[in-house]
């Protein structure tokens, strides 16, 4: 039989959910895009702006007491692997200890039961709508992609390991049926107060795996999923002590239920009508963005021109100049993907990336680079058959044209068979 949440709380525990709320309130605020989470579409309002307004301001003014690290005016302030996102966990931190030291000396209450049902359900919705949105975009296709042409064309040795993480949860789909399961099972079982701590068991499992995929290749998103792991643990808190009594003491136990204050029975109607509402708007816009992602993934970009180019003939500088075979500066093939990027791979194997804007009206390529402003390139192209293509142009001080024929990149091994699975090899 499940016990009732105790009501005696030790010293220890109540300065440890004064440090919890007040850290998790401000994540959630502030770092955590709750507002999005629960309701993407005030995201066209900007409602979160001020909010983050107020969070440059604060970080900023703790950067520049404590560390007074240099930033550039275009520094990222998402929930991503920068210095400033660390410097925003420092600055929060320190300010959740701040509160939690006074209100430890001016409090008298023996327990925080009212608050800490409020953030304990506020912290499982927000986890379970997260899990929905990575859970759906895995089942649906819209968080790893068949791997992009510029990829398939370079050799494995010169990947970097986050992209080779992104290319091969790219490349099967079963793995991403079962990480989509994995996420979305326990987000349903966070919804209902009787299996949250399972769900939480279940979360925590499969973020531990995320976060060691994140930290083993390097994303850079590790710190979001450390802190869903914090989540995670905080939902489950009130079962810790019979957790390791059960598995470590091998003692009988049960779980906790979080009993929540009587109130009008019409009142507790309505809250689970707008219980009802909320979760199916949230299941309904992560599968409508999910389906949308996937769409407009499967669109041919710009006249088809995505796809790897074998390059057959290759001249430089004079038309009738034919190519060096050892000539480490003349092309080898070409890959263009659907987010505006060209790699060219030279006869060496190195490869270079660069921005693309395509028109398919006059059949042109305009290539420029993001860390370079004097770099400029223009190329025109012309289809001889289905898949002959001859480029020519300017590339910095040379004139150069190729001819190149257009692969089929189902032919590659990586993608060649992808979702079948092979139970007998020979």
């Given at each position: 039989?499940?016990?009732s949440?105790?009501t005696?709380?030790?010293?220890?525990?109540?300065?440890i959910?004064r440090?919890a709320?007040?850290?998790?309130?401000l994540y959630f605020?502030?770092?955590?895009?709750?507002?999005q989470?629960?309701l993407?579409f005030?995201?066209?309002?900007?409602?979160?702006t001020?909010f983050?307004?107020?969070s440059?301001?604060?970080?900023?003014?703790?950067?520049?007491?404590?560390i007074q690290?240099?930033?550039?005016d275009?520094?990222?302030?998402?929930?991503?692997?920068?210095?400033?996102f660390?410097?925003?966990?420092f600055?929060y931190?320190?300010?959740?200890?701040?509160?939690?030291?006074?209100?430890?000396?001016?409090?008298?209450?023996?327990n925080y039961?009212?608050?800490?049902?409020?953030?304990?359900t506020?912290?499982?919705y927000y986890?379970?709508?997260?899990l929905?949105?990575?859970?759906?975009?895995?089942?649906?296709?819209?968080?790893?992609?068949?791997?992009q042409?510029?990829?398939?064309m370079?050799?494995?040795?010169?990947?970097d390991?986050?992209?080779?993480?992104w290319?091969?949860?790219?490349?099967?789909?079963?793995?991403?049926?079962?990480g989509?399961?994995?996420e979305?099972?326990?987000?349903?079982l966070?919804?209902?107060?009787?299996?949250?701590?399972?769900?939480?068991?279940?979360?925590?499992a499969t973020l531990?795996?995320v976060l060691?995929l994140?930290?083993g290749?390097?994303t850079l998103?590790k710190?979001l999923?450390?802190?869903?792991?914090l989540i995670a643990?905080?939902?489950?808190?009130?079962?810790i002590k019979r957790?390791?009594?059960?598995f470590?003491?091998?003692?009988?136990?049960?779980?906790t239920?979080?009993v929540?204050?009587?109130?009008n029975?019409?009142?507790?109607?309505i809250?689970?009508?707008?219980?009802?509402i909320?979760?199916?708007?949230?299941v309904?816009?992560?599968?409508?963005?999910?389906?949308?992602?996937?769409?407009n993934?499967?669109?041919?970009y710009?006249?088809?021109?995505?796809?790897?180019y074998?390059?057959?003939?290759?001249?430089?500088?004079?038309p009738?100049q034919?190519?060096?075979?050892n000539?480490?500066m003349?092309?080898?093939?070409?890959?263009?993907n659907?987010?505006?990027?060209?790699?060219i791979?030279?006869?060496n194997?190195?490869?270079?990336?660069?921005s693309?804007?395509?028109?398919t009206v006059?059949k042109s390529?305009a290539?420029?680079?993001w860390n370079?402003?004097?770099?400029?390139?223009?190329?025109?192209?012309?289809?001889?058959?289905?898949?002959?293509y001859?480029?020519?142009?300017?590339?910095?001080?040379?004139?150069?044209r190729f001819?190149?024929?257009?692969m089929?990149?189902?032919?590659?091994?990586?993608?060649?068979?992808?979702?079948?699975?092979k139970?007998?090899?020979?």
């Amino acid at each position: 039989m499940n016990q009732s949440f105790s009501t005696a709380w030790t010293k220890t525990e109540l300065i440890i959910f004064r440090f919890a709320f007040c850290y998790l309130i401000l994540y959630f605020v502030f770092l955590g895009s709750a507002f999005q989470v629960f309701l993407p579409f005030l995201q066209k309002f900007q409602f979160n702006t001020p909010f983050q307004y107020i969070s440059d301001v604060f970080v900023g003014l703790v950067n520049r007491l404590f560390i007074q690290q240099k930033f550039a005016d275009n520094i990222y302030k998402g929930d991503g692997d920068t210095s400033w996102f660390y410097i925003a966990i420092f600055s929060y931190f320190l300010l959740a200890v701040l509160v939690t030291i006074v209100w430890t000396l001016f409090a008298k209450r023996t327990n925080y039961l009212f608050l800490f049902i409020c953030v304990y359900t506020f912290a499982r919705y927000y986890l379970a709508f997260i899990l929905f949105g990575y859970g759906f975009g895995k089942l649906f296709g819209a968080q790893f992609f068949d791997p992009q042409p510029t990829y398939l064309m370079q050799p494995l040795g010169n990947i970097d390991s986050h992209t080779l993480l992104w290319t091969f949860m790219g490349a099967s789909k079963a793995y991403n049926y079962f990480g989509g399961l994995m996420e979305t099972i326990p987000a349903v079982l966070l919804l209902f107060r009787r299996t949250a701590s399972l769900g939480a068991f279940l979360a925590i499992a499969t973020l531990t795996n995320v976060l060691l995929l994140n930290i083993g290749y390097d994303t850079l998103v590790k710190w979001l999923s450390a802190h869903l792991i914090l989540i995670a643990l905080f939902i489950i808190s009130p079962d810790i002590k019979r957790v390791f009594n059960f598995f470590f003491l091998n003692k009988n136990t049960s779980l906790t239920t979080i009993v929540l204050p009587a109130i009008n029975k019409k009142i507790r109607l309505i809250q689970y009508g707008l219980k009802y509402i909320l979760i199916a708007y949230a299941v309904f816009s992560s599968i409508k963005l999910s389906v949308e992602i996937k769409e407009n993934y499967s669109k041919p970009y710009f006249g088809n021109i995505d796809g790897i180019y074998d390059i057959e003939k290759f001249y430089r500088s004079q038309p009738n100049q034919s190519t060096i075979p050892n000539d480490a500066m003349h092309w080898r093939k070409i890959g263009i993907n659907k987010f505006g990027e060209i790699a060219i791979q030279y006869t060496n194997d190195s490869v270079i990336y660069r921005s693309i804007e395509i028109d398919t009206v006059t059949k042109s390529l305009a290539l420029s680079s993001w860390n370079d402003s004097t770099f400029k390139c223009n190329l025109s192209y012309t289809i001889n058959g289905s898949n002959e293509y001859v480029f020519e142009g300017n590339y910095k001080k040379d004139s150069i044209r190729f001819s190149a024929k257009k692969m089929n990149l189902q032919s590659y091994p990586l993608l060649k068979g992808k979702g079948k699975i092979k139970w007998v090899w020979w």
